[in-house]
Nanobody
Framework: VQLQASGGGLVQAGASLRLSCAAS????????AGWFRQTPGKEREFVAAISRIGGTTRYADSVKGRFTISRDNAKNTVYLQMNSLKPEDTAVYYCAADTLQSVVPRTGAALYDYWGQGTEVTVSS
């Protein structure tokens, strides 16, 4: 699976952004998809994940109620709609694919098999 993330940018606090992750290669529809983020000096942290057909989602507590993950399997694309952005959301965001056929999406970064290149999100106060 090859993943290409896009949609990052510089926005003010309270604004919205939508990240996209386009997949190619091995059937992406069979993978759980996740978004993670990382800031300098910190470990990559889980943001959100979605099951293969989109029926189950998981979110980090810090983004619950503000971010929404979705996927369009016909387009091999997963999205992260980010609303009410805060300066603490500033990070490089990565999309990832987990090939394990688990019912509930997993949250550990080490468990994901494929990664996109990252897209930078900066939220100014």
């Amino acid at each position: 699976v090859q993943l290409q993330a896009s949609g990052g940018g510089l926005v003010q606090a309270g604004a919205s952004l939508r990240l996209s992750c386009a997949a190619s290669g091995r059937t992406f529809n069979n993978c759980i998809a996740g978004w993670f983020r990382q800031t300098p000096g910190k470990e990559r942290e889980f943001v959100a994940a979605i099951s293969r057909i989109g029926g189950t989602t998981r979110y980090a507590d810090s983004v619950k109620g503000r971010f929404t993950i979705s996927r369009d399997n016909a387009k091999n694309t997963v999205y992260l709609q980010m609303n009410s952005l805060k300066p603490e959301d500033t990070a490089v965001y990565y999309c990832a694919a987990d090939t394990l056929q688990s019912v509930v999406p997993r949250t550990g970064a080490a468990l994901y098999d494929y990664w996109g290149q990252g897209t930078e999100v900066t939220v100014s106060s």
